[in-house]
């Protein structure tokens, strides 16, 4: 199945994706064990590994609070069908990611 989100090219938002769509989102370290311990989604918990949620229409939140075995790993934030949507260096002191996503 293809990935529900997309890279928003006008910078505006993180990611943008079809109001009414599935997403399904994963991490996964390089070096280490990269696993989602938390995630909000349009202000609403959301079920994590995968982070799962239901696009909605216009700028939402996606909060991920993220944990790797190894601090400075290059972590990367995946789509159901393996798309790289982000690639990120884990912070042990800033273990959360803010993304915005806009629903069209």
């Not at 996964?28 to 918990?45: E, I, R, S």
């Not at 995968?50 to 290059?74: M, W």
């Amino acid at each position: 199945m293809a990935c529900n989100l997309r890279s928003d090219p006008t910078g505006a938002a993180d990611f943008l994706g079809t109001t009414g769509q599935r997403v399904s989102a994963s991490v996964k370290g390089t070096t280490g064990v990269a696993v989602l311990t938390g995630a909000h989604y349009a202000g609403v918990k959301i079920s994590v590994n995968p982070a799962t949620f239901t696009i909605q229409s216009g700028d939402k939140l996606l909060d991920l609070l993220i944990d790797n075995t190894v601090a400075g790993d290059v972590t990367l934030l995946l789509c159901d069908d393996g798309t790289v949507l982000d690639r990120f260096h884990f912070d042990r002191n800033n273990p959360a990611r803010l993304y915005d996503v806009r629903g069209l």
